[in-house]
């Protein structure tokens, strides 16, 4: 379905006069008004008379797209939260032994470089990511890609990790994105205006012309879907998760509905560029393969205004011999057709090959012979001789976790340190 983005904004003083959109920039917001759906549910509050801002935007780009900063400068006066510790239950077998937001992407990347590399390219210097579910992969990511590369000069950035922890005055984990941030703020280094939150919530259909569509463009756009992406300013964002709703644990359906009840200005930017909720084996494919298309991918990594960083491996450059190769990024790994290869954690020598191969095991990669069509291919999964992985049953669903693999929307998907003996045929 063609559905539009929206990022929210809430304050009870003026309206918030920018945003963080999707792809890093930050753009001036839009101050569409909101208004009752068939459903009753409120879709948007009325907008008020205009009263000073707080904070003022103003141009910083050579670029041909607008972008605008804050002043006072984003480093200084706001802070990213990016919550990063859901099950990703929807990406099983990929999050078995990591969190969702660990998952690799890209050939090079994990799905947490994306909103980290967003704060960073839009001066938000100083970022915080809550974790809880099956973190460890994710948590040592972090320390390794951004730990000593943020704090420039007078700069004080940090990309810092909060885990879910039990207190005296909390005994649970988190039950949600406003408990996630709730349970956090005595943590919170001080002096921070706003945080920043990134979360998918849920989607609506209306007439998207009150949001600046012309008529035809809202044709294609006829919904609305949250990018989860939420600007406050501390005091009120304090407001509202303490005293205003002290039990509610989620955002996206609790709080910010409840602020409109209450009064306070919240307003939506329209964000009409590159957006997908990668939360299924399907999306996660199809969003990967995209990267791929010519002559323009549906993502690029290569916009050198807005880069997204990682963690550097040092490793020497892949080498392709007698191959013709179209339509593939390569990392440290190899696309066969229509397929995603993660590639491995580490190297197996020569001698390791070996000493598999005389006690009958597998090395790391794929053997000969092999045939890999429309799959993911997870880490260190190892691959026998004369297999097979083409779904030759066409099956659309089927979960194989013994022997190593499922099938989800007719993809199949080997498991992190499967081991799939030769001459399987999948």
Same mark, same amino acid.
């Given at each position: 379905?063609?559905?539009?983005?929206?990022?929210?904004?809430?304050?009870?003083?003026?309206?918030?006069?920018?945003?963080?959109?999707?792809?890093?920039?930050?753009?001036?917001?839009?101050?569409? %008004?909101?208004? @009752?759906?068939?459903?009753?549910?409120?879709?948007?509050?009325?907008?008020? !008379?205009?009263?000073?801002?707080?904070?003022?935007?103003?141009?910083?780009?050579?670029?041909?797209?607008?972008?605008?900063?804050?002043?006072? +400068?984003?480093?200084?006066?706001?802070?990213?939260?990016?919550?990063?510790?859901?099950?990703?239950?929807?990406?099983?077998? /990929?999050?078995?032994?990591?969190?969702?937001?660990?998952?690799?992407?890209?050939?090079?990347?994990?799905?947490?470089?994306?909103?980290?590399?967003?704060?960073?390219?839009?001066?938000?210097?100083?970022?915080?990511?809550?974790?809880?579910?099956?973190?460890?992969?994710?948590?040592?990511?972090?320390? @390794?890609?951004?730990?000593?590369?943020?704090? %420039?000069?007078?700069?004080?950035?940090?990309?810092?990790?909060?885990?879910?922890?039990?207190?005296?005055?909390?005994?649970?984990?988190?039950?949600?994105t406003a408990d996630a941030v709730r349970s956090i703020? %005595?943590?919170?280094?001080?002096?921070?205006?706003?945080?920043?939150?990134?979360?998918?919530?849920?989607?609506?259909?209306?007439?998207?012309?009150?949001?600046?569509?012309?008529?035809?463009?809202?044709?294609? /756009?006829?919904?609305?879907?949250?990018?989860? &992406?939420?600007?406050?300013?501390?005091?009120?964002?304090?407001?509202?998760?303490?005293?205003?709703?002290?039990?509610?644990?989620?955002?996206?359906? #609790?709080? $910010?509905?409840? !602020?409109? #009840?209450?009064?306070?200005?919240?307003?939506?930017?329209?964000? +009409? *560029?590159?957006?997908?909720? $990668?939360?299924? &084996?399907?999306?996660?494919?199809?969003?990967?393969? *995209?990267?791929?298309?010519?002559?323009?991918?549906?993502?690029?990594?290569?916009?050198?205004?807005?880069? $997204?960083?990682?963690?550097?491996?040092? /490793?020497?450059?892949?080498?392709?011999?007698?191959?013709?190769?179209?339509?593939?990024?390569?990392? #440290?790994?190899?696309?066969?057709?229509?397929?995603?290869?993660?590639?491995?954690?580490?190297?197996?020598?020569?001698?390791?090959?070996?000493?598999?191969?005389?006690t009958g095991g597998i090395p790391i990669g794929i %053997?000969?012979?092999?045939? $890999?069509?429309?799959?993911?291919?997870?880490?260190? !999964?190892?691959?026998? #001789?004369?297999?097979? &992985?083409?779904?030759?049953?066409?099956?659309?669903?089927?979960? @194989?976790?013994?022997? *190593?693999?499922?099938?989800?929307?007719?993809?199949?998907?080997?498991?992190?340190?499967?081991?799939?003996?030769?001459?399987?045929?999948?």
């Amino acid at each position: 379905m063609a559905t539009a983005t929206v990022v929210m904004a809430a304050t009870s003083r003026a309206p918030i006069p920018a945003a963080f959109s999707a792809t890093g920039d930050l753009r001036r917001g839009e101050q569409p %008004g909101w208004r @009752r759906g068939a459903s009753g549910r409120r879709l948007r509050a009325a907008v008020p !008379a205009r009263r000073p801002f707080v904070f003022s935007p103003r141009a910083v780009s050579d670029s041909k797209s607008s972008q605008t900063c804050l002043d006072p +400068d984003a480093s200084t006066s706001v802070l990213g939260i990016i919550l990063g510790g859901g099950a990703g239950s929807r990406l099983y077998p /990929l999050t078995k032994k990591r969190a969702k937001p660990a998952v690799p992407l890209g050939a090079n990347y994990r799905l947490i470089d994306i909103p980290v590399s967003n704060c960073l390219n839009s001066n938000v210097s100083k970022i915080y990511v809550l974790t809880q579910f099956n973190s460890a992969s994710l948590n040592r990511h972090l320390s @390794r890609a951004y730990g000593n590369n943020i704090a %420039g000069y007078k700069n004080e950035g940090f990309v810092e990790v909060l885990a879910a922890q039990q207190s005296p005055e909390n005994p649970n984990w988190f039950q949600g994105t406003a408990d996630a941030v709730r349970s956090i703020c %005595g943590s919170l280094r001080s002096t921070m205006l706003w945080n920043i939150l990134f979360w998918l919530e849920i989607t609506y259909i209306v007439d998207t012309t009150i949001l600046g569509l012309d008529p035809e463009r809202a044709k294609e /756009l006829p919904y609305i879907a949250s990018m989860g &992406i939420y600007v406050f300013s501390k005091d009120v964002m304090l407001q509202l998760l303490r005293e205003k709703f002290p039990s509610a644990n989620d955002f996206g359906s #609790e709080v $910010i509905p409840g !602020a409109t #009840e209450v009064g306070m200005r919240v307003q939506a930017y329209l964000y +009409d *560029g590159y957006w997908e909720d $990668i939360g299924t &084996i399907q999306a996660f494919y199809n969003a990967n393969l *995209g990267i791929t298309k010519k002559p323009v991918p549906d993502f690029s990594f290569y916009d050198r205004s807005a880069p $997204i960083y990682t963690q550097p491996r040092y /490793l020497p450059p892949s080498k392709v011999l007698e191959a013709d190769v179209t339509d593939s990024v390569i990392g #440290e790994g190899a696309v066969i057709e229509d397929s995603l290869l993660m590639g491995a954690d580490y190297y197996e020598t020569e001698n390791d090959k070996k000493v598999l191969s005389e006690t009958g095991g597998i090395p790391i990669g794929i %053997g000969k012979n092999a045939h $890999i069509r429309k799959a993911i291919i997870d880490k260190n !999964a190892r691959i026998g #001789e004369n297999v097979q &992985i083409i779904n030759f049953h066409n099956v659309q669903e089927a979960v @194989r976790e013994t022997e *190593g693999y499922f099938i989800k929307s007719g993809i199949v998907t080997v498991i992190k340190d499967a081991v799939i003996p030769s001459g399987t045929v999948i």
